[in-house]
DNA sequence: AAAAAACGTTCACTTAAGTTAAGAAAGTAG
DNA sequence: CTACTTTCTTAACTTAAGTGAACGTTTTTT
């Protein structure tokens, strides 16, 4: 199962055995099952996540309505903001499937920094890609309207439609629920006319 | 004029006479004039930008529309995602008041890490920083309707809801320049009653 | 200073999302 | 297998945003 890791990590720079014995040494692979809540409001935490095989679902809880802001799926990394902000977490974040993660604090991080510094490199590119990424999803979601972010979720993600109940991509999306189903059968009649 | 930039910095890290002398040397200050389009679609550029006083603003234009989806004031940095991507530009980056940046490059930026690793832990914390707030502020933005944005910009962000056009905060905060005007006589009203 | 352009507000009308409620379908537990 | 719960869809009604247009104000240009 670390071969997943591995595989990932060879595209950015080449791991010799040493690197990659250090890397499980630190026994940062955990299998998690479907529904579990790693990070809850209020929870000061400092693990990040990468997931290998699963589904990691960010929601916060706002008058007893989860609000659904983000899905992390295979090769995706997580690191909430109260690991960075060192507050209390404000949202909630949990597995919608059976996952394989790695679970890592900054303080493993900084261990595994010291020793093999290909691995900072390694790091702030990843986080120069995701800062990158971040950007152009927010500017998406401020351009497009509900539908548009509907029809450019099912080309972009489609995995998801399958694997994410519908009431949590339709707050990933900015609607409720109601609204999405809505929305589908709006766009099915568009199609056939 | 660059005491404000050792200044911001001396917030996270302190500096040397040397280390100064060495950013001075690398002749990163520019005065630009208000309404200069520092990036436009397009444009393969490889400069990013921290404001030391006056406004950027970045916008894309679909359909003859602007559509702004960030501000950026005193203090705060930019790096467009075409610099991450190395692909052109999807949107533009122009200044909205009179300005003194820095503007800098990957290259210039490389150099002065090797000389001065400590640039390199500044930079790495400031991204940090930046990943976290972004994700806030993406999250907001999910969670809130547009009179809820307008709220809350104007009692987190007052200073720009004076230095910029209306039309430029309406898509910013998500809604047509009509439907702010309304949004707004909405707030008024009920604020009386 | 006059003319032109850009900006902000208001209005009437259209379109789409929120809300409340009911019922069908699917999934889970006993 | 049945009962229960959660999820999804549909519908009628309400609320708010989009659209097109008019009009006064401010800013820019010449």
Redesign the interface.
């Given at each position: 199962m670390q071969e997943l890791l591995f595989d990932f990590i060879s595209k950015y720079v080449a791991l010799t055995e040493k690197e990659k014995a250090a890397l499980v040494d630190l026994n940062i692979f955990k299998t998690v099952k479907k529904g579990t809540v790693l990070l809850a409001e209020g929870d000061r935490s400092s693990d990040g996540y990468f997931v290998l095989e699963g589904c990691l679902r960010s929601y916060?809880v706002?008058e007893g309505e989860e609000?659904t802001?983000a899905f992390y799926t295979e090769m995706e990394g997580l690191?909430p903001?109260c690991v960075?902000?060192k507050q209390p977490s404000e949202?909630f974040v949990s597995t919608s499937e059976d996952c394989i993660l790695t679970v890592s604090d900054p303080s493993m991080e900084a261990e595994i920094f010291e020793k093999f510094p290909k691995f900072e490199t390694l790091c702030?590119v990843l986080?120069?890609?995701?800062?990158?990424k971040?950007?152009?999803?927010?500017?998406d979601?401020?351009?497009a309207t509900p539908e548009q972010r509907y029809l450019s979720l099912l080309e972009k993600r489609p995995d998801l439609m399958q694997r994410v109940p519908q009431h949590q991509l339709a707050s990933f999306i900015?609607v409720k629920p109601q609204s999405l189903s809505r929305l589908r059968a709006r766009i099915i009649k568009k199609s056939k006319s």
């Open positions: 916060y706002l609000k802001t690191t903001v960075l902000t949202y702030r986080s120069e890609e995701l800062l990158a971040q950007q152009i999803n927010f500017d979601f401020k351009i900015g």
